[in-house]
Nanobody, 124 residues
Framework: QVQLVESGGGLVQAGGSLRLSCAASGRTFTYYTMGWFRQAPEKEREFVAAIRWSAGSTYYADSVKGRFTISRDNAKNTMYLQMNSLKPEDTAVYYC?????????????????WGQGSQVTVSS
């Protein structure tokens, strides 16, 4: 079992930046795919980005591609989501998640371990 703890959310103006962190404890991520999802008020949870832990290969939703960067620090067992050029429509609760498979997935239910969520609010 992997426990995930998120941090780094907050309030920023449109065009600003934030970096979310997701620290893992318990098992390592050697065989895992890690992902970020977000859920805005009255909307379904949606995929944001994913990374293969071992290889570092990444995949992004079209809505954030070119603005967000997912990365990981193996030594710290921590995943990051660097969010630049933020827009009001990026406002949501952001969740990190882990999938005990090597393959990239954009489907919420493919992920088995979840962080508590971190609020990101982008003002216009």
């Amino acid at each position: 079992q992997v426990q995930l703890v998120e941090s780094g959310g907050g309030l920023v103006q449109a065009g600003g930046s934030l970096r979310l962190s997701c620290a893992a404890s318990g098992r390592t991520f050697t065989y895992y795919t890690m992902g970020w999802f977000r859920q805005a008020p009255e909307k379904e949870r949606e995929f944001v980005a994913a990374i293969r832990w071992s290889a570092g290969s990444t995949y992004y939703a079209d809505s954030v591609k070119g603005r967000f960067t997912i990365s990981r620090d193996n030594a710290k067992n921590t995943m990051y989501l660097q969010m630049n050029s933020l827009k009001p429509e990026d406002t949501a609760v952001y969740y990190c998640a882990a999938r005990p498979r090597l393959g990239i997935s954009t489907v919420e239910y493919d992920y088995t371990n979840w962080g508590q969520g971190s609020q990101v609010t982008v003002s216009s």
